[in-house]
């Protein structure tokens, strides 16, 4: 037996996802507005000049893979930790192999940390100086949001990529060529996957590549052969595989029924919601799309005219997490009608979209004296923030500016008259606000 047998072994032994990453950008799948030609990684990664960044998005996006391909299209060394694992002890050790390439060889050191929102701040701090420093280039990939679940003395020090869950026609693509390819992929089984199975496969995998190329590896491994040694897989073997009942209609109907639940929401009319809900769900639509859209409405369609929409949306969701299918149903179906039948206002999206207009369009950072922070600051800083009102001093509310002086007249919230909202008004009133 030759010797680069083994190797070879090792290799099919590996899952056909981690067989078929990519290592460079041609094979690579998804991301065009963060790798297309041209763009700002895609050009620091072919000079050689990345800098310390992390990549944020759904499991199965592409995250880990781009980092090999970083990895294969640099000089540099590679290091990979993940944040579960790892602990300060390890992290030293890659900083001192780190500082030895950098003093020794002029050379790089990539140091790739997966789950980074993992790590805690002592070992997060640990790693502070090295990027301070470029003793290495840090690479985290995390699916939480990192300005919420990172340290920030990290987070400020790299450049944030977001990644986007990857499309039926992504994944249905990199399916096709994995049966094709016969040195990494499953071509030399030369199996026949029916295209109503490898459909189904990719709308499931929910955007998750990994998911889907562990489903399509467990069909044609568990699929019999035929008389002829023919491997088959039907669209029967696909949900199998997948552990999820083909939707029992097509696309174009998933969107209008998904459509005509988020406007009956709108509308007030909890039969017709309810009805489009099931039909979503019956038809093996994954319940948690229902409860995201529902508890989007809530405070979309409802806001403050009933703040206890959201507060049933969302418990209804962790009722469902926790009772499983099908009871879990229940306290879905009290928080759609309750949300269909309370009173409706929008005066909360209003606000939202009005404020984050002249978050982009009118940034002024003139922020009022009095409010800024003044902990460090100068003499007439910490002058002008005594200046300050504080509410409680007078009763809870003191008529005092807090928009800048190029927006102090905008009005961003304005609540209708009726439920919760009608009540926001006369607090409003009582205290002589606009």
Avoid at 270 to 288: H, K, M, Q, T, V
Wanted: hydrophobic share 40%; charged share 25%; net charge neutral.
């Amino acid at each position: 037996m030759d010797l680069f047998d083994f190797n070879d072994n090792e290799e099919r032994a590996k899952p056909l996802a981690e067989r078929m990453r990519a290592s460079n950008f041609k094979d690579f799948v998804g991301q065009e507005h963060i790798i297309s030609e041209g763009s700002l990684l895609r050009r620091a990664i072919s000079l050689d000049r990345l800098g310390s960044c992390i990549f944020w998005g759904p499991p199965g996006c592409g995250k880990t893979t781009l980092a090999n391909v970083i990895a294969a299209q640099t000089n540099g060394e590679f290091i990979k930790l993940n944040a579960v694992s790892s602990g300060v002890a390890d992290v030293k050790k890659a900083v001192d192999r780190a500082r030895d390439n950098l003093k020794m060889f002029n050379k790089r050191t990539y140091l790739m940390l997966d789950e980074c929102h993992r790590f805690n701040k002592t070992q997060s701090d640990s790693l502070l100086p090295a990027i301070e420093q470029g003793t290495i280039i840090f690479i985290g990939s995390t699916t939480e949001n990192p300005y919420a679940s990172m340290t920030p003395a990290i987070v400020s020090r790299c450049r944030v990529f977001e990644f986007r869950a990857l499309t039926t026609r992504d994944i249905r693509g990199a399916l096709e060529r994995a049966l094709k390819d016969k040195r990494k992929g499953l071509g030399t089984y030369a199996a026949e996957v029916d295209s109503e199975a490898l459909d189904h496969i990719a709308v499931t995998a929910a955007g998750d590549l990994r998911s889907a190329y562990n489903a399509l590896e467990l069909a044609v491994l568990t699929t019999p052969p035929d008389e002829n040694g023919a491997i088959h897989v039907t669209l029967k073997d696909a949900e199998q595989s997948i552990q999820r009942k083909a939707l029992s209609y097509n696309e174009d109907l998933y969107y209008d029924l998904l459509s005509a639940f988020c406007k009956s929401l709108r509308g007030s009319d909890s039969n017709a919601a309810l009805y489009y809900a099931f039909r979503l769900i019956e038809g093996g639509c994954d319940p948690l799309l229902v409860f995201r859209r529902l508890i989007a409405h809530s405070a979309e369609d409802v806001g403050l005219s009933d703040p206890n929409a959201l507060v049933m949306a969302t418990s209804a969701l962790t009722a469902f997490q926790n009772m499983g299918y099908p009871e879990g149903l229940l306290p879905l179906t009290e928080a759609i009608v309750y949300v269909c039948e309370t009173e409706k206002s929008n005066s909360v999206v209003m606000a939202m979209d009005a404020a984050r207009a002249d978050a982009v369009k009118n940034k002024d950072d003139a922020i009022p004296p009095y409010l800024r922070d003044a902990s460090y600051g100068t003499k007439e800083m910490k002058a002008e923030s005594k200046k300050y009102k504080y509410p409680h001093n007078y009763g809870g509310w003191v008529a005092q500016q807090y928009l800048p002086d190029s927006l102090k007249d905008r009005i961003y919230f304005e609540p209708a008259d009726k439920g919760f909202e009608k009540t926001i008004r006369e607090i409003r009133a009582r205290k002589g606000k606009k």
